[in-house]
């Protein structure tokens, strides 16, 4: 008796187990991110900071009207799938996608997209709205439309790539920033799975709008502490995608597996900035003479192992510069010549004395210049010294000026700096956003005050008013030719000089996946973070 | 009890002195998180959201030093250690609740095993003098205690992890382990565990086993034991009820500061082995200048190492009556 009852006992639980099992089915085609960081609490919430919320947020539960590529400006459907400026670029139409339904069953509408702009704007969760947008209402089921002021085309990207929530839920909650949102509900083609420190896990979406996609079933992300605990776990396979600022990929990674494959595409620009409110960085045959004498493709072989290069003088990316600028005016192109800057130099004024020092337009000594760089960074800090010992082949004296952070952007910001290594501060799908941030009026600040962006404090009526014909028309021919009228400026005054390309660091192992992006296909910009371009990485690759 | 009373305010003020130094040291450290922040994305961040990180992580503080002194204290006294920078918004007292038992198993349990195996090899060294293993036992300790564990870590790491793949290169758990304490998760724990713990056993073993030997020979060489032998007593009660109990006595002492630094973990074993301990997260605090995250990490390290000093003080007052009448505290 007693024995039967063990056995059935035994039966029963053997029976519960293997039900456990099978319901606990494992994904067959994980997809698996190694990070280089911790994450911090549980929170689903796009409306927090991007260092706040999880890695899948963006990239895989909710979606944005359209994707924009940053490298190429190609707009890509998702939730939106048809938009156009009026005559006067004051009012966007955009037309929404039927059938698409929230992954809790209930049904998509414009009316989402109308509920998630305005409650952007009523808790003050976005700069959208100060950009003098005026009013957005869905007219029907799946029509949109976006009021504004003045013209403002290039506002599209940001109303683009806003994350858009379902009205059913986010009505309900009345303190957006500190809502965690565990149970996030989204139309994107991942449902969260499982948190933990050591994992995060979320499985495909069996209602997803799109058929065919995605092609894995799940996507685990991993946690590690730094850039060599994540490098190893790829070159192990126990990664497929890792986002690493190696010194060298090719040797670090790429050399050492058939199946390790790196994609670096340029998407910005490290400069070295002039303060053009200082003599003689205000004289602009001062800044061009010695351009001419920093030797930009030594700096990139220096810092960047080769593996990036020496920019491009009118400091547009090379994927922008197909689009939007093919050709380059050919005298201003700058070559790397220390006799013929050595000789500009001098016909400018800069006379040298006898023991072969440079001397200013009042006959004295140019002082020692500070080449401002972050304390640490042995890239910039390589760069730096590089221009330093090109300088000092000119007769100029210069030291590299290493600074904790804080002391580095704020020298940037308030204009005390003499030069600076940095970066684009302005990225976007086209040249615009760099020249807007960095030249335009808007963005800068006497001496002594924060300046927003323009770190050179280098403005000009011919660049301004060729941002603004810009910004005011949505004609792509229109655009081009003012875009072309700001850059060659730009390229004449010389108030920076783009020193080498930047990039962004995906590492892949395709041992068990294709389909990563390349540069024969760059479906996106190839970052890893929490962004909306994130999610053509996860529904675009396959299992072998 | 005026011994332990002394001992137990003593022990008040140092965690008082401990505090209060743990509020000034990290605002002397130059730089501030969010630029630490800024500075580990450069340029991936948009600078408009500076000022609203500020407010965000309470930084935008305009009350007195003192103020900010006093409402550390009382907010201290209440439990309430803030919110950790790198890890927003997570409570610093969740993240000590999540990381604290994996040190705590871990380098606690080494630093136990390690005491165990060091003494006992120490205590064999010693009684079998004259036999071969025994007189080589304190050179072969000399050598793995002054081999620096860091480095060691990385050989294990290298080889049995990265090489021939025996063991997880990081971590303290497989990404999903199963339910918490089940087989599975037992397993993976161990496995995980496994190369940290032997680094540490390895290398701190090896200082046991000499401060037992020294201890044992000096003991021996006492009368008492002399008088012991000569009586005739078998050499396990000579070992058991009169060598042991007073060799033990100053190895306690190192043992009660071991277990003190416990909760510090070894911080260069957790960061080579990724392990998600106190260590591991008080050297990413300070990178990223995460001062609540610090300060709490610190405090514990404090706490426990005073505490543990405490209770050794209380056990030395069972174990040797002298210390009880004031005679050799």
Redesign the interface.
Known sequence: MKRTAVLSTLALLTAALTVTTAQAA?PQHPFTVVRTL????F?LNPFT????HLPPTLSAIYETLFFVNNLNGKVTNVLGTKYRWSKDNLTLTVNTRDGVKWNDGKAFSANDVEFTFNYLKKHNLS?IWSSGLTSVTATNDNTVVFKFKEPNAPIFPFIATQAIVPEHIWSKVQNPTQETNQKAVGTGPFIFD?Y????L?VLKNPNYWMKDKPYIDAI?W?P??GND?AL??M??A?GDFSYIGLTDPRAQYASKGKNNTYWWPVNSTNFLYFNNAKAPFSDVAFRRAIAQGINTDEAALKAYAGVLKGADVSAVIPAQKKVWFPTTPGDLDLKFDPAAADRALTAAGYKKDSNGRRLGKDGKPLPTFRILV?AG?TDYITLAQVVSDNLEVLGINSTVDQQ???GY?TEFQTGTYDMGV????GTGPSPYYLFYQSFHPNNTAPVGQTS??NLTRYTNPVVTKALDEFRATSNAAAQKKALATAVTQVMKDLPWLPLTDRSQFGIFNTTRFTNFPSDKNPYYDGNV?DQAGTRLLFLNVKPR | MPYLLRKFLFLLFTLWVAVTLNFILPRLV???P??????KY????T???ID??RV?YGLDDKSTPIQQYLTYLWKLLHGDLGR?I?????PVS?VLA??APYTIGLVGFSTVMAFLIGSAMGVYSAWRMGDLIADNLPMLALFLNSMPYFWLALLLLFFLA?KF?FFP?????????GAAFSLGWWKSLLWHGALPALTIVVTSAGGWLLTMRNNVISVMSEDYVAFARAKGLPNGRILGRYVLRNALIPSFTGFGMALGFVVGGSVLVE?VF?Y?GLG?YLN?AVYALDYPLMQAIFLMIAAAVLIANFVVDLLYSVLDPRVRDGGAA
């Open positions: 494992e911790q994450w911090g609490s929170n900071p991007n260092d706040q700069s499982s933990s420190q050591q994992a896990r685990v991993l590690t502490n605990a190893l776990k070159l192990k126990e972050g960074w904790a952070f804080s952007i940095s970066w684009s501060w927003p962006s973070d | 130059p730089g501030d969010i630029g630490a922040m800024l500075a450069q340029g991936r961040f600078l408009d959201s609203a990180l965000a950790s790198s890890l927003y918004p997570t969740e999540t990381i990265y793949s290169l990081s971590g303290a758990l497989d990404p999903f382990p960061v990724s998600p591991l990413n």
